[in-house]
């Protein structure tokens, strides 16, 4: 079966830096998706990586090796505004998107 | 603004009820989806239109029912719902099918309760 795996809540600091992870096992890859959802509000698009390596966007950056079936989320000089659920997402062979659980990311001040 | 616009926010339905979902988006997309959202749980894909025309139908019950009338409109017909239907259901809209390297843009759901 298809599986996308990521820790279900993490606890970090206001000016921290964070690391999300991601692991997928699905028939085929056809890219990577990571999206922020507020609580009550929609998710929102923040990177999509289909290459190895580091993708970075301001504060955030989005990391995947697909020899290895992984991708990470690190979020940095956290704010109290980044509380959110984090989902990623896998296109497989068939450009079905598969997602995860998401994680609930709780900044402390 | 998201550009994706689902009313009504929420809802309350017994189960005899008969209610529908509606979804409008203003993007020029040209691929529609229904998804479940429950708690903990990953993002059910219910139902894709491309181009109007239904392409999936992930073994949803038949108490849900999609309706594509053009591009810009979706509905979800709901009848005879049970309690374990109580989520949070998302309308989204890509300029392509499914996840075809392209991001898809989400409306801000229907928090659904039935009772």
């Known amino acids: 079966g298809q599986n996308i795996d990521q820790p279900t809540e993490m606890t970090a600091t206001e000016g921290a830096i964070v690391q999300i992870n991601c692991t997928y096992q699905?028939?085929?890859?056809?890219?990577l998706f990571w999206y922020q959802q507020h609580a009550g509000e929609a998710p929102t698009f923040l990177s999509y990586?289909?290459l190895d390596g580091l993708e970075e966007k301001g504060r955030f950056s989005s990391f995947l090796s697909r020899s290895k079936g992984y991708s990470y989320l690190l979020l940095k000089e956290l704010q109290m505004k980044d509380s959110a659920s984090y989902l990623c997402?896998?296109?497989?062979?068939?450009?079905?998107?598969?997602w995860g659980a998401g994680t609930k990311l709780i900044i402390k001040p | 603004e998201t550009g994706v616009t689902q009313t009504p926010r929420h809802l309350v339905m017994g189960m005899t009820n008969k209610k529908s979902l509606k979804c409008e988006q203003h993007?020029?997309?040209?691929?529609m989806y229904w998804y479940k959202q429950s708690a903990k749980k990953p993002l059910e894909l219910m139902f894709v239109?491309?181009?109007?025309?239904?392409?999936e139908n992930n073994s949803v019950p038949s108490r849900f029912s999609p309706e594509c009338p053009n591009s810009s409109h979706l509905f979800l017909h709901l009848h005879t719902l049970q309690p374990e239907d109580s989520a949070l259901y998302l309308c989204a809209s890509s300029q392509g099918p499914s996840g075809v390297n392209t991001e898809a843009f989400f409306g801000q759901g229907t928090r659904l309760t039935v009772v």
């Open positions: 993007l020029g997309h040209n691929a």
């Open positions: 997402a896998v296109t497989d062979s068939n450009y079905q998107l598969i």
């Open positions: 699905t028939s085929g890859f056809n890219g």
């Open positions: 990586n289909v």
């Open positions: 239109y491309s181009l109007e025309e239904r392409v």
